[in-house]
């Protein structure tokens, strides 16, 4: 199977199918096309070029020696770009750690710690931020103006209606589908608040 640059979501799957299987063209097709964007992911949390390259190829030697084990459940990216924050977060967790354990008699850990959390919530905050801000720009105009109105000027349907000129069964429908995309695309936070 040859790698094109934009793989659809259907040959991504084939991909991660044959990985399973053992198909080792598949498997550098999923790398080749992942590795660069998991890098620069990874790199946000660790802020170390080596360190954001050992996680991803640490997880991709992962799911290589999981071969049938390996079973992503739901869309593939969110299941990589997961796996690859929750790795950074214990790298940096272990670091944490590390320093501590060298500054037991040292009273700033208990600082250190505080602004590791702070660190932890503030990238959080800024990849959510990024993916609503996806989310709105995925959304046609007439939804997205919609969805502004309502959230953000606090405008009932039918005022919506009115200053759109349009039915309150359009705004209706836009607003259900705008949520929907919503949730779709912010599911993976979701998940990652319950664990």
């Not at 299987?21 to 590795?35: I, M, P, Q, T």
């Not at 949390?45 to 390259?53: D, L």
């Not at 959510?128 to 000027?153: G, K, V």
């Amino acid at each position: 199977m040859l790698y094109s640059s934009k793989p659809s979501n259907e040959e991504i799957l084939q991909w991660v199918q044959l990985v399973r299987s053992g198909d080792e063209c598949a498997f550098e097709n999923l790398f080749k096309h992942f590795y660069a964007q998991l890098c620069e992911f990874a790199f946000q949390y660790v802020k170390n070029r080596q360190c954001a390259e050992d996680i991803v190829q640490l997880l991709f030697l992962h799911i290589y020696e999981k071969g049938e084990e390996w079973n992503p459940t739901g869309n593939i990216k969110s299941y990589l770009f997961t796996a690859v924050r929750n790795r950074s977060l214990n790298y940096l967790r272990s670091q944490s750690k590390t320093n501590d354990h060298q500054s037991l008699d040292n009273p700033s850990s208990d600082a250190l710690k505080l602004s590791h959390t702070h660190v932890e919530e503030e990238l959080y905050a800024q990849d959510l931020n990024r993916a609503i801000q996806s989310a709105f720009e995925n959304m046609p105009d007439q939804r997205r103006r919609i969805f502004m109105l309502s959230r953000e000027s606090n405008l009932t349907y039918r005022e919506i209606a009115k200053v759109l000129g349009i039915s309150i069964k359009t705004v209706e429908t836009q607003m259900g589908r705008a949520l929907k995309l919503l949730r779709k695309e912010l599911n993976i936070f979701f998940t990652l608040i319950k664990n």
